[in-house]
């Protein structure tokens, strides 16, 4: 099994749009397999973990600060 990565597209009527260079490597009629990728915002991701660090934060730490 062959496995080529690209960023793809999806077109406003549901179609995938994918680039020519990869579509040249693929055979048709042929199955391929399909992993699909999406990028996400992850500010609210960074925002959850940013506050659960800081609420284990004691002043206690605040030793290390200096080091």
Same mark, same amino acid.
């Given at each position: ?8 597209? %999806? ?10 260079? %990869? ?7 042929? $199955?391929? $397999? ?34």
């Amino acid at each position: 099994m062959k496995a080529y990565e690209c960023y793809a597209s %999806i077109l406003a009527d549901g179609q995938l749009f994918i680039p020519t260079e %990869i579509k040249n490597k693929l055979k048709a009629p042929s $199955r391929i $397999r399909l992993m699909i990728l999406v990028d996400e915002d992850d500010t609210e991701w960074n925002d959850f973990t940013m506050n659960q660090f800081l609420n284990g934060y004691s002043e206690e730490d605040a030793i290390y600060d200096n080091l």
